[in-house]
């Protein structure tokens, strides 16, 4: 078992981590570390939709950003640019209230660092709107090709569009990439997509990804950089 991974691999996976030539990372959470209350976040998009006249329950269940379409969907046409543009405002004055309290996530400095030093190219998959993942990445090495938001793509995570969109801009295959990240959607994505899903605890249970069967799991990210370029290096 390689060093690090904490998951069962197969050989196959080990043959494919030993192929890895670029890591596309999730950011806050993965890389950074913000105050984002995402539950006040997802029930300020709930109250949106009861405000505009729909039943919310149905969409209790969703993720923040499919709350969005969903209820957007729902509106007459001539609603929806409207209420886009409101609901887009609200997740922005929520992800950036306190932006200036962000740090790095232990060992995210020192990771990417190994990372890019060994020859690995990088890049980030956020669902974060502009400005907030501008601000968290100015946070870390600037060691990053691509950072692709909410805003560059039509469909995000866990839709797999949002890893293929940034793969293509660095032209990598997604056999030769890996996608990392803490969320299930961060795995769901990179599975969907083709590329090394991995998935990285920062504290969670051991077990928080196994229903969605990820390629690997790391504690940390420097067990994820221990890896696939070594420890001593």
Same mark, same amino acid.
């Given at each position: ?21 670029a890591?596309?990372f ?5 890389l950074?570390?913000? /105050? ?6 997802? +029930?300020?998009m709930?109250?949106?939709?009861? +405000? ?8 209790s ?16 046409? &001539?609603?929806?640019e ?14 950036l209230?306190?932006? &200036?309290?962000?740090?790095?996530m232990p ?6 660092? /190994?990372?890019?030093?060994d020859?690995l ?5 956020? /669902?974060?709107?502009?400005?907030a ?23 995000c995570?866990?839709?797999p569009?949002?890893i ?23 795995v ?5 997509a083709?590329?090394?899903?991995a +998935?990285?605890?920062? +504290? ?15 504690r ?10 070594g420890?001593? /290096?």
């Open positions: 078992m390689l060093a690090g991974i904490i998951s069962d691999v197969s050989s196959t996976n080990k043959a494919r981590l030993r192929g890895i030539s890591v596309l999730d950011l806050d959470g993965t950074a570390e913000t /105050r984002i209350d995402f539950s006040a976040m997802k +029930g300020a709930l109250a949106q939709a009861r +405000g505009r006249g729909l039943e919310a329950a149905d969409l269940g969703l993720d923040i950003l499919a709350i969005v379409e969903q209820t957007a969907a729902r509106l007459p046409q &001539s609603e929806r409207a209420y886009r543009e409101e609901a887009w405002r609200t997740l922005e004055e929520f992800e209230r306190h932006i &200036s309290e962000a740090r790095p060992g995210a400095e020192d990771a990417v660092g /190994r990372l890019h030093a020859g190219r990088l890049g980030i998959v956020t /669902r974060n709107c502009r400005a993942a501008e601000h968290l990445a100015a946070l870390l090495p600037p060691v990053f090709e691509v950072c692709l938001t909410r805003e560059d793509v039509t469909r995570k866990p839709d569009l949002h293929r969109a940034a793969l293509e801009l660095m032209r990598v295959g997604p056999k030769q990439a890996m996608m990392a990240g803490d969320h299930r959607m961060d769901q994505a990179g599975k969907a083709g590329a090394f899903a +998935g990285i605890l920062a +504290g969670r249970p051991h077990d928080y990804f196994d229903a969605y069967e990820p390629d690997a799991v790391f940390t990210l420097k067990e994820l950089a221990d890896a696939l370029i420890p001593d /290096r």
